[in-house]
């Protein structure tokens, strides 16, 4: 049986209720970002890779600090309600505890997590456009294209993942959210098209 900080974790938290909360979210909306950065830029008749690639750094760091602060706040909040909860029900302060320590640290984890699962989107999203600017190959277009598979390959990762959780088809699940990330995609090119 797990003892010191991991039974204090296990004990004051469900490990698969935060992996849905949080870091299945931020991969979702930081690849759906960067997904709309490609295709926004990197698909233009004349795609300009440097501003591309500052653009998805920019956006992934500035979503990675957001998610971060966003998740550490709102458990740091939980984590009140849930010690107050507690030494209500125990009628002893429950402020220097094993329970509380791990809140407390865990919140800091689970803020760090979410910081980098976008930097980890960026990582690979970036990755061919990187290499078309500086080795100039594959070509600028077909790099966006790689890179916009690999957006819609990390969202079939993440549905099949939703999938097991929910214990249903992790297959399934996988391709009906590769669907929704290639519709996104089409209907970005739609908008480029028509609109701009």
């Known amino acids: 049986m797990a003892s010191g900080p991991l039974r204090r974790f296990r004990l004051a938290y469900d490990v698969s209720e935060l992996f849905r909360r949080y870091f299945i979210t931020t991969l979702f909306d930081s690849t759906f970002v960067a997904l709309g950065v490609v295709s926004a830029t990197a698909l233009a008749p ?50 220097d505890t094993d329970v509380s320590r791990a809140i407390r640290s865990f919140r800091l984890f689970v803020s760090l997590v979410n910081l980098a699962v976008p930097l980890l989107v960026l990582a690979i999203v970036a990755a061919p456009l990187l290499a078309s600017s500086t080795l100039r190959t594959p070509t600028p277009g077909t790099a966006a294209l790689v890179s916009i598979a690999l957006a819609i390959s990390i969202i079939f990762v993440a549905g099949t993942l939703l999938g097991r959780l929910a214990k249903r088809s992790m297959v399934r699940e996988g391709l009906r959210m590769s669907v929704a990330a290639l519709a996104t995609f089409l209907l970005l090119l739609a908008l480029e098209t028509w609109v701009f």
């Not at 890779?49 to 500035?62: E, M, N, Y």
């Not at 709102?74 to 302060?93: C, P, V």
């Open 46 to 95: 004349n795609p300009n890779l440097a501003l591309t690639l500052r653009t998805l750094v920019a956006t992934c760091v500035a979503v990675g600090v957001s998610t971060g602060v966003g998740v550490y706040e709102a458990e740091r909040l939980e984590g009140e309600i849930r010690i107050t909860k507690m030494e209500r029900a125990m009628l002893s302060d429950m402020r």
